[in-house]
């Protein structure tokens, strides 16, 4: 079946760099790639919705300058976490719409995301 | 917002028991989709019903769909306590899929 790939699974930080995670789809072109975040024991949060070649349309409270996503091809699409801060550490999770197969979506096994 | 509302919040069940879960969402959709997740891992689709449709099954797993009532409800039959984990409903509304609140279950032995 369809797979997402998500890299990298876990990543540790220190508070003020940057940290860039990938989602892909490795067998199908996704026309649109969603990011989410959640934290311990909550739902998943929807931060952005991103269309390959144009710019990701972020939800309500989500910061487009800290969390900045790029979706350059059919197939990745690119979380960058700008500047993070101990706060930002949380499980961060893609998906991709499958357009040719039903709009089907497919998620990736996500990103713990750990800022000290 | 878009999101909707699960409940229970949370489910504690005997092993053998069946287990319901329901979702409410609130703007019209284009499929609606359950998901599970273990602690600390990332998502299992289990079944998607589309708009059309009123009752799915996959195993032990029964889902309907109320769009009248913008509902829909999961039920897991004979319970395993290898079903312990949380469930998620996701709506698609087209350009965005969101996720309710999710239901923890826990199933004892």
């Known amino acids: 079946g369809a797979v997402v790939s998500q890299h990298p699974s876990w990543v540790i930080c220190k508070s003020g760099t940057s940290v860039k995670i990938e989602c892909r789809s490795l067998?199908?072109?996704?026309?649109?790639m969603f990011w989410y975040r959640q934290f311990p024991k909550q739902s998943l949060m929807l931060m952005a919705t991103?269309?390959?070649?144009?710019?990701?349309?972020?939800e309500q409270g989500v910061e487009k300058d800290k969390f900045l996503i790029n979706h350059a091809s059919l197939t990745l699409s690119t979380l960058t976490v700008t500047s993070a801060h101990p706060e930002d550490s949380s499980f961060y999770i893609c998906s991709a719409r499958d357009g040719g197969a039903g709009n089907t979506i497919y998620f990736g096994e996500g990103s713990w995301l750990t800022v000290v | 917002s878009q999101q909707g509302e699960e409940d229970p919040q949370a489910l504690s069940i005997q092993e053998g028991e069946n287990a319901t879960m329901n979702c409410s969402y609130k703007t019209s959709i284009n499929n609606l989709q359950w998901y599970r997740q273990n602690s600390g891992r990332g998502l299992v689709h289990l079944i998607l019903i589309r708009s059309n449709e009123r009752e799915k099954h996959s195993g032990r797993l029964r889902v309907t769909l109320d769009t009248s009532k913008k509902s829909s409800s999961l039920l897991i039959t004979a319970s395993r306590a290898a079903d312990t984990a949380s469930y998620f409903c996701a709506t698609d509304y087209g350009q965005n899929f969101v996720f309710g609140p999710g239901t923890r279950l826990s199933v004892l032995p």
């Open positions: 067998d199908f072109q996704a026309t649109t």
């Open positions: 991103s269309n390959e070649g144009s710019k990701a349309t972020y």
